[in-house]
């Protein structure tokens, strides 16, 4: 089944401790991001990736690191979590420019 | 700041009724468009997109788009209680990376 999975899909951590959403998918797609879905300020680009080595920051990029080093796979860190980044998080794919994103299940993030 | 806006909602119909949902953009250089269906706690999923003015047809479901007047609408024929969503309404621009920009949604409610 073509899918985009991430794990985990519920997170409670403490302030500062790092963490690390994957993400991955199996459609052979170049194009990879992640969002975040907050009430009433709905979906909002934190990173995206046009290939495997080429990501770039989106519009919320501030507290997150991503890597790309395989085509299937793109992680999401957060190096020092802090409650602001409590959020839904989405890992999506595309296979290219023009065309929709196949979203991930979502992950809750909780950081108290 | 390229802007995709959409009216919240909730937007009530009863079943068997016409669902007209509106987006408008800002960036008269985009030319990819896509509609999202999200229910409550999943994950957004395309079911839509159009490139070019005029009417697209899917199913029950109908794209619009005017780029002279810079909107986008999508309508639900024979809308039904499962239709009952909120509507992500995202463009894309031309050339550069893909980094569609994502509206608010609209939160469709659908009573029998």
């Known amino acids: 089944e073509a899918q985009v999975t991430q794990n985990p899909r519920y997170l409670i951590t403490v302030t500062g401790k790092k963490l690390t959403v994957t993400c991955s998918q199996n459609?052979?797609?170049?194009?990879m991001s992640w969002y975040r879905q907050d009430p009433g300020l709905g979906l909002r680009q934190i990173y995206y990736s046009m290939n495997v080595e080429v990501t770039d920051k989106g519009d919320v990029p501030e507290g997150y690191k991503v890597s790309r080093k395989e085509k299937r796979n793109f992680p999401l860190i957060l190096e020092s979590p802090s409650p602001n980044q409590t959020s839904l998080y989405f890992c999506?794919?595309?296979?290219?420019?023009?065309?929709?994103?196949?979203f991930g299940s979502g992950t809750r993030l909780t950081v108290v | 700041q390229k802007e995709v806006e959409q009216n919240s909602g909730p937007l009530s119909v009863p079943e068997g009724a016409i669902a007209s949902l509106n987006c408008t953009y800002s960036d008269r250089g985009s030319q990819s468009f896509f509609w999202y269906r999200q229910y409550s706690g999943k994950s957004p999923e395309l079911i839509m997109f159009?490139?070019?003015?005029g009417d697209k047809e899917d199913g029950r479901f109908t794209a619009q788009l005017n780029k002279a007047s810079q909107y986008v609408s999508l309508l639900i024929r024979d809308s039904q209680p499962s239709d009952s969503a909120t509507y992500l309404c995202?463009?894309?621009?031309?050339?550069?990376?893909?980094?569609?920009?994502f509206g608010r949604g609209t939160s469709l409610i659908v009573h029998p």
């Open positions: 459609m052979n797609h170049e194009y």
């Open positions: 999506a794919s595309s296979p290219g420019a023009g065309y929709g994103y196949t």
């Open positions: 159009i490139y070019s003015n």
């Open positions: 995202a463009v894309k621009s031309q050339g550069g990376s893909y980094i569609p920009t």
